[in-house]
């Protein structure tokens, strides 16, 4: 639950009603508190899962012995409706959610133990510099250039992109202002010259008002139109979606030397540890970089002119028999 969302406890009475109805009491309460829709129909979500798998026991006499055995199940076949096999997928969700039990038993006053579920690391996905370009080159609406240029430029979140209105871009201090973002945390993005440029003639183009929508699409709409343009572009389907372009955004910025905290105020993230997760990207660009100037085995070898024994790429004179090995423009015509 979000940081400063309170939802007191229950009433003494609550437990006298059936499951679906006190679900459904504490999801009131919690909306009332101000949590997001979003957080509500996550816990909604996972409360209704629990409930499907204990059937009609009542609340009251859950024990840990049925939390366990929900768990256990959960991890060995998955979740109802899922849409993927992957039990590290499985293990995510488990995690979250009995997160959510805890917040809801703690609601209604039960001392029920809700064992923890480790949260599987993370796996980012993010587009090369090739397949961006081929997916920009796919693009042949003007519309659906700038989409693709505000998310690989600001890594905007869909909701966040879907709810911007032309009166949120501010083209003369080239700022963006991001109003629906993750947990109501208002924010301002930047973008390229480029892409500013790009908005204004969309906006021109559609003759869009101060007050209008930038984009008309449903989150379903958008994500169609990213689909489309992948196959266009000869890419996975799979890997073209909103939240990979914001992981590719991000990865571009850090290797182009963007400081990992203005990289946590563009994306919104509360706590920097979520931003770091990006920095694992970038290790084979950093372990590259470092072979090619720092190991010798990654650039070549290189033979004394005299014995033929290898030798360090920088040495003046071979250890081994002690011939000078000429200048460093000589040198590196002798590597192989």
Same mark, same amino acid.
């Given at each position: 639950?979000?940081?400063?969302? @309170?939802?007191?406890?229950?009433?003494?009475?609550?437990?006298?009603?059936?499951?679906?109805?006190?679900? $459904?009491?504490?999801?009131?309460?919690?909306?009332?508190?101000?949590?997001? $829709?979003?957080?509500?129909?996550?816990?909604?979500?996972?409360? =209704?899962?629990?409930?499907?798998?204990?059937?009609?026991?009542?609340?009251?006499?859950?024990?840990?012995? @049925? !939390?366990?055995?929900?768990?256990?199940?959960?991890?060995?076949?998955?979740?109802?409706?899922?849409?993927? %096999?992957?039990?590290?997928?499985?293990?995510?969700?488990?995690?979250? &959610?009995?997160?959510?039990?805890?917040?809801?038993?703690?609601?209604?006053?039960?001392? #029920?133990?809700?064992? +923890?579920?480790?949260?599987?690391?993370?796996?980012?996905?993010?587009?090369?510099? %090739?397949?961006?370009?081929?997916?920009?080159?796919?693009?042949?609406?003007?519309?659906?250039? *700038? #989409?693709?240029? !505000?998310?690989?430029?600001?890594?905007?979140? +869909?909701?966040?992109?879907? +709810?911007?209105?032309?009166?949120? #871009?501010?083209?003369?201090?080239?700022?963006?202002?991001?109003?629906?973002?993750?947990?109501?945390?208002?924010?301002?993005? =930047?973008?390229?010259?480029?892409?500013?440029?790009?908005?204004?003639? &969309?906006?021109?183009?559609?003759?869009?008002?101060?007050?209008?929508?930038?984009?008309?699409?449903?989150?379903?709409?958008?994500?169609?139109?990213?689909?489309?343009?992948?196959?266009?572009?000869?890419?996975?389907?799979?890997?073209?979606?909103? /939240?990979?372009?914001? /992981?590719?955004?991000?990865?571009?910025?850090?290797?182009?030397?963007? +400081?990992?905290?203005?990289?946590?105020? !563009?994306?919104? /993230?509360?706590?920097?540890?979520?931003?770091? *997760? &990006?920095?694992?990207?970038? !290790?084979? @660009?950093?372990?590259?970089?470092?072979?090619?100037?720092?190991?010798?085995?990654?650039?070549?070898?290189?033979?004394?002119?005299?014995?033929?024994?290898?030798?360090?790429?920088?040495?003046?004179?071979?250890?081994?028999?002690?011939?000078? $090995?000429?200048?460093?423009?000589?040198?590196?015509?002798?590597?192989?």
């Amino acid at each position: 639950m979000p940081a400063g969302i @309170d939802v007191g406890k229950a009433s003494d009475d609550i437990l006298g009603l059936p499951n679906e109805d006190i679900v $459904q009491e504490f999801l009131a309460v919690l909306e009332a508190s101000g949590a997001s $829709q979003e957080t509500v129909k996550a816990y909604r979500a996972a409360l =209704t899962d629990f409930l499907s798998f204990i059937g009609n026991k009542p609340l009251r006499e859950v024990t840990l012995r @049925d !939390i366990v055995a929900w768990r256990n199940d959960r991890l060995r076949n998955g979740f109802k409706g899922r849409k993927t %096999e992957e039990k590290d997928s499985w293990l995510t969700t488990l995690h979250y &959610y009995t997160i959510y039990l805890k917040k809801f038993f703690k609601w209604l006053g039960l001392p #029920v133990t809700i064992p +923890s579920v480790k949260k599987p690391p993370r796996r980012v996905e993010a587009l090369s510099d %090739e397949e961006v370009n081929r997916l920009l080159s796919a693009a042949s609406k003007v519309e659906e250039k *700038v #989409v693709l240029k !505000i998310l690989l430029d600001t890594g905007l979140r +869909s909701r966040e992109l879907l +709810s911007l209105r032309v009166s949120d #871009v501010n083209f003369d201090e080239r700022v963006i202002r991001v109003r629906e973002a993750k947990y109501g945390r208002e924010r301002y993005v =930047t973008a390229t010259q480029d892409t500013f440029e790009a908005i204004k003639a &969309y906006v021109k183009l559609k003759n869009l008002g101060p007050g209008d929508k930038l984009f008309d699409y449903t989150y379903s709409g958008l994500y169609k139109m990213l689909k489309r343009l992948a196959r266009k572009a000869g890419l996975d389907e799979s890997k073209v979606r909103p /939240h990979v372009l914001r /992981h590719t955004f991000a990865t571009r910025a850090l290797r182009m030397g963007l +400081s990992l905290n203005a990289l946590q105020r !563009i994306l919104g /993230h509360s706590d920097i540890k979520t931003t770091q *997760v &990006y920095l694992h990207l970038t !290790i084979e @660009d950093l372990k590259y970089e470092y072979a090619q100037k720092m190991d010798s085995t990654s650039r070549g070898v290189k033979r004394c002119v005299s014995c033929g024994r290898p030798i360090p790429l920088d040495a003046l004179f071979c250890p081994y028999c002690g011939a000078r $090995q000429g200048t460093p423009g000589e040198q590196a015509s002798m590597t192989v």
